[in-house]
């Protein structure tokens, strides 16, 4: 609203400024004739023509210079608009790409904490069998024995932390 009010200031500002006396402005009319209006004072082709123009015709000419600048102001309105449709729509795309990419990142943490749980299982699995497999010949001293168990308990644990992971993502 702001932004408006601060345009609609500047296309006062700027319409009174062309009909003051230092500005300079251009009208084509319906005819196909061209005057410069400076101040109040009428140009053709260089030449000052203000007395030679009817009442009718200076308010012609200053009627269509004023709906041209009417028109000027409309589009610069709409540009800004359209500008700010733009930037709406460029913060917007951000947010949803930011959106994405943290989507994607949960996802691979998600797949990484499956993948950890997976071969934290499979080890597990491995370490046992190859223990009971070197138990049943008969291959461990106790000492290994209780080494065995150690290492089949941390693997244990690191399954359980494994899935406590996974099931928080």
Known sequence: MKRHSILKLASVFTFV???SCGSTEKVITPEGKVYELKGSKFYSNGE????TLSG???SKINQILEDR???EKEAAKRK???EEAQKKAEAARKKAEKKQKALEKEIKAKEKAREDFFKAQEKLK??????QKR???GDLSQDDIEDWKKR???LEDDVKKAEEKLSRS
Request: net charge neutral.
């Open 152 to 154: 089949l308990k941390d």
């Open 69 to 71: 600048l009417k028109l």
């Open 17 to 19: 400024f062309c009909l």
């Open 126 to 131: 491995k370490k046992t069998e190859k223990y």
């Open 135 to 137: 138990l049943d010949r």
């Open 56 to 58: 009718e015709e200076k």
């Open 80 to 82: 800004a608009e359209l």
């Open 48 to 51: 000052e023509v203000t007395a």
